[in-house]
């Protein structure tokens, strides 16, 4: 605990101070145009002009995020992402660098730095940076750092709701504020932070006209996906399962759904779409209320099922694996259904038809068109007849 | 529900439940398999039920919903106990008149028995060509039971080898009794269980984890599932036994997403036997603890190797590593991980109960027991068959099987799924265990038997399986990831008639490297179809790449649809069943193809009336023009 020898013991007098960012750059432009940059998008940012006194104010304001120029007067970048380390693991660097060479960026990525910016950077690479850290801090090892590190301030949280729950409640708010019509500029500065949560779960938000609706039905889905992931008590080797069953509540598996795993699981975001993309049974696209499945296992192969695709193809004008333009049939090729006694054989919507012929599908085709509505809960039903 | 504490607990409960249960009592049995699930068994229980109702026959009669019976051929099959008469292709139309003509006038109804070849009706079901020649242990007791109804398993006697093997036996006993019998791994390798668990419980390491393998990918191969969904006590008390020699407190239960049923009577099995205290801590008031959870897979072949298995279990990837370390010692979250096939496990109460001496009675000299297979392709009666290791592969086909439908000639057997061989008719005779399937160029896997007849391509087919092995490749290891890929570009210019000299020796030379190369079974076993294809049917690669020629008519490019003229009766059913339009009738009031638009799909010779029989299939393209 070294920062802590250092840097005198602080005093809780600044609880003005309390901030998500903490910039430590020589440059004062650099340091302003951050801070300007970073409260437009509702952080709260404080700067220093030396690693000396930006370890001071990590210390009192327990920022989230901390910004480190490598070369700066006194004591030297790597220092103090060294004493950052040290004092709260949790906390995210991120170094600014003027000379971007591959071993500074090795070498402060081994001693905890999570990103790295090369001066001169835009302003949209800042705040995406500063965003992703903000996200990595996660319920299981929040608590864990509080039990480890004792902090001179403590954070004001309210016992048991965790950053996640927070954030569904302030996307709620936010939801039924812009459903009141109330414009943007009026908002205050917390709910900009929870504006820039909601178009992080739904990147189309600023297009969108009914942006209240939009948001609540986002939180909607959000809790839905919540509900899942509490029945796997959180852990991590369920994340298949719980894709499963995200995939059947859902019908395919949306963005903002897999988002909120990776945020509450803490798994990265990478991981959960190498699962995602791996299995057969996920799928990243919309799927149509009709799924068609045709088997093409090899009993039924050698009866002919390659010539029911075909066929079944050139009827819906939909290839296997696609979905058509109103999203009312998906057509999937399945290795076995192990009815192999039927085959080919072609399943709509849980029913099995054994070799149909042409006039069959287009019927079949037919009234599906007719009863789209009823397609809503067909995932639950491939036994049920 | 009581909670069972003892031996004796569990033997009373067996004799109440007897007791309360007259064997002269009518019983129907509805099988409920997935199989004939698709052929609506629902409906025809349910109308049993309504029917029993409103004559108030309620005391008469039970009805049971059972597991699958095998003849999915001739499903829904209904069973009437005790003189066990077998209705076929039952429908809920039928059922009224089951009920007058055999519950109430105790006849039979003839139209819904089994026929044989020569007219005759046969009434028992254990007459019936398609079982008799079976020897089902395993799964002959599926027809007995509700599969979600635990005191139907017990009443069988269920569970009483947990209880020998708990409270008569060593754990070292336990171990010694399955090694002796000598039990080889169903799932494919045959990889003898007994050393399997052996290994697991003296590998280092606690806790130790033990699995059942129900990822059955294999296009074709289903008894996995049907075990599972009708019988799933079998499958856990031999886990049970089998964690209690290991010394493992903690199992998992992988089963395929797409397999909804035995998902679902899994589920009931394991909550019922939770609340017999047959499962979880204190098993039978022995002191032993042991629990299991259900892991489903999500859809991909590969994931039933073992490591990958248990990379999915671990909530990642499902995909294989090098096992230089084997899974029983460095397994499931690097712990000792004993992984059996649901087969497997389903064979370790019989071997407690009866004896290794009676098990090694059937089979072969390095082939024990029974093997479930799952019959299908171009066969009269497509189903799940159990036979004694070493019976003749033309048992199977014809006694049991009923041969190839109408008249058409035997070509292959396809044994092992993808990553088996094709064996030509004059292997028929081989006798089918472990190493006779192996030295015959294919191999027992977990059990799939696809029948192929005259109008099957060999190249197709070994395309087929290339194309399957090339999707589900995990693309970890190089020789699989691009040496499938190399042969899938191959075999598709063959079958799309673009084929070249040297094609064959090409695909025999990539076939070695990724046999030797490759990381895991899948890559290592791919090329096997078409090897065996080669070896077996080298005539048809050539008239492929030398003549463009598909002598079985299938491959698309090298094939075309037209219509006789002469023959042609001018009905139009052909152009109306044609899906895109590419028929039309000429000013003769006969029909032409329009090969431009044509797909080959073959709707049009299908629908063709008999007595015309205008539409033909020329396998060479625009040979008659």
Redesign the interface.
């Known amino acids: 605990m070294c920062a802590k020898k250092q840097i005198s013991s602080a005093s809780g007098f600044q609880d003005s101070m309390m901030a998500d960012v903490v910039v430590i750059d020589d440059e004062e432009s650099i340091c302003e145009g951050c801070r300007q940059t970073l409260e437009a998008e509702g952080f709260r940012a404080v700067i220093a002009h030396d690693g000396t006194e930006g370890l001071k104010l990590v210390e009192q304001s327990h920022p989230k995020v901390v910004l480190v120029d490598l070369k700066m007067p006194g004591i030297s970048g790597m220092e103090v992402l060294a004493n950052i380390s040290e004092y709260d693991p949790s906390i995210v660097t991120i170094v600014i660098t003027g000379y971007g060479s591959i071993d500074s960026a090795v070498e402060t990525m081994k001693i905890g730095a999570s990103d790295f910016l090369t001066k001169p950077f835009a302003p949209e690479k800042l705040i995406e940076s500063v965003r992703r850290g903000m996200e990595v801090t996660r319920p299981a090892e929040e608590a864990e750092v509080t039990e480890q590190v004792v902090r001179p301030l403590e954070v004001p949280e309210k016992a048991p709701l965790n950053k996640q729950n927070v954030v569904l409640k302030g996307l709620e708010v936010l939801g039924q504020y812009y459903s009141l019509g109330f414009k943007e500029r009026q908002f205050f500065d917390e709910l900009r932070c929870l504006e820039s949560e909601a178009k992080h779960h739904a990147d189309r938000l600023g297009q969108m006209k009914e942006k209240g609706q939009a948001v609540l039905d986002i939180v909607r889905d959000l809790r839905r996906v919540d509900s899942i992931i509490q029945k796997y008590a959180y852990?991590?080797?369920?994340?298949?399962?719980i894709?499963?069953d995200v995939q059947m509540e859902f019908n395919w598996l949306p963005r903002h759904c897999l988002e909120w795993v990776s945020t509450r699981l803490n798994i990265p975001h990478t991981?959960i779409y190498?699962?995602a993309s791996?299995?057969?049974?996920?799928s990243l696209e919309p799927r149509g209320a009709h799924l068609i499945q045709i088997c093409?296992?090899?009993?039924c192969?050698?009866?002919?099922a390659?010539?029911?695709v075909?066929?079944v193809s050139?009827?819906l004008g939909i290839e296997p694996g696609q979905t058509d333009s109103e999203q009312l049939f998906t057509l999937e090729t399945?290795?076995?259904?192990?009815?192999?006694?039927?085959?080919p054989?072609m399943v709509v919507d849980g029913e099995?038809y054994?070799n149909p012929?042409?006039?069959q599908?287009q019927e079949i085709a037919a009234s599906c068109k007719v009863s789209s509505e009823k397609g809503e809960n067909y995932a639950q039903v491939?036994?049920?007849? | 529900m009581p909670r069972l504490n003892s031996a004796a607990d569990l033997e009373k409960f067996r004799k109440d439940t007897l007791a309360k249960r007259d064997p002269e009592k009518l019983c129907v049995t509805v099988c409920s398999g997935t199989g004939c699930h698709a052929y609506g068994c629902i409906g025809v229980a349910e109308s049993f039920i309504n029917e029993i109702k409103s004559r108030n026959l309620q005391a008469k009669v039970d009805v049971r919903k059972t597991g699958c019976h095998g003849f999915c051929e001739r499903g829904t099959v209904v069973i009437i106990f005790p003189e066990e008469i077998c209705y076929l292709h039952v429908k809920p139309d039928d059922v009224s008149e089951i009920v007058q003509k055999t519950l109430i006038e105790k006849g039979t109804v003839d139209r819904l028995l089994y026929h044989d070849t020569d007219g005759k009706k046969i009434v028992r079901e254990g007459e019936i060509p398609f079982y008799k020649h079976q020897n089902r242990i395993i799964f002959g007791n599926n027809r007995f039971i509700d599969p979600k109804n635990i005191d139907d398993y017990i009443a069988l006697g269920g569970y009483s080898a947990l209880s020998k093997a708990r409270f008569e036996m060593t754990q070292e006993q336990v171990l010694a009794e399955v090694k002796e019998a000598n039990l080889r791994g169903r799932g494919g390798g045959g990889f003898p269980a007994g050393r399997k668990w052996e290994t697991t419980r003296d590998a280092a390491g606690e806790p130790k984890y033990v699995i059942v393998n129900a990822d059955e990918g294999d296009p074709g191969a289903y008894m996995d599932r049907s075990l599972l969904e009708g019988n799933p006590h079998s499958v856990l008390e031999g886990l049970l036994i089998g964690a209690y020699a290991i010394g493992s407190h903690e199992g998992y239960i992988y089963v395929r997403e797409e397999y909804p049923l035995a998902l679902e009577n899994t589920k009931v099995a394991i909550e019922s036997a939770r609340q017999y205290g047959l499962l979880g801590e204190n098993i039978l008031g022995s002191g032993f603890d042991f629990d299991v959870t259900i892991h489903r897979g999500a859809g991909a072949f590969v994931s039933g190797e073992s490591s990958a298995l248990m990379s999915a279990i671990e909530g990642h990837v499902g995909e294989p590593r090098p096992k230089y370390i084997h899974t029983s010692v460095k397994g499931l979250w690097d712990k000792p991980t004993c992984l059996n096939n649901v087969e497997t496990w389903a064979n370790v109460p019989f071997i407690i109960n009866k004896g290794a001496d009676w098990f090694k009675s059937i089979g072969t000299e390095n082939s024990k027991g029974t093997k479930i297979f799952s019959l299908v392709g171009k066969i009269n009666n497509t189903g799940l068959v159990e036979v004694p290791m070493g019976i003749t592969l033309r048992d199977i086909v014809y006694d049991i099987g009923g041969g190839i439908p109408n008249d058409k000639k035997f070509k292959a057997v396809q044994t092992g799924g993808p990553s088996g061989g094709l064996l030509p008719e004059s292997m028929l005779d081989i006798h089918v265990d472990f190493d006779e399937l192996t030295r015959a160029g294919s191999m027992m896997g977990s059990g799939g038997m696809i029948v192929m007849d005259e109008n099957t391509c060999m190249v197709d087919t070994a395309r087929y399986y290339t194309e399957f092995l090339a999707q589900e490749s995990c693309g970890k290891c190089v020789p699989c990831r691009e040496g499938l890929r190399q042969m899938l570009r191959i075999l598709n210019n063959i079958t799309n008639g673009e084929g070249k000299e040297g094609d064959i020796e090409l695909l025999e030379e990539l076939s070695e490297f990724i046999q030797e190369a490759s990381l895991c079974a899948l890559g290592q076993t791919a090329p096997n179809p078409v090897l065996s294809t080669i070896k077996h049917f080298r005539h048809e690669y050539e008239a492929h790449i030398t003549e463009t020629r598909c002598p079985a008519g299938v491959c698309k490019a090298l094939i075309s649809y037209y219509i006789e003229a002469d023959d042609c009766l001018g009905c139009g059913l052909c152009a109306k069943n044609c899906p895109t339009d590419a028929i039309s009738e000429t000013e003769d009031k006969i029909y032409v193809i329009d090969q431009e638009k044509c797909i080959k799909c073959g709707s049009c010779l299908k629908v063709c009336p008999e007595k015309a029989k205008a539409v033909a299939l020329q396998d060479a393209l625009y040979a008659r023009y």
């Open positions: 852990k991590k080797n369920t994340l298949i399962q894709l499963l991981n190498t699962v791996f299995y057969e049974a996920l093409t296992g090899t009993a192969h050698v009866r002919g390659a010539s029911l075909d066929r050139s009827i399945v290795h076995c259904l192990g009815c192999c006694a039927l085959g054989v099995y054994s012929s042409t006039k599908i491939e036994l049920s007849r």
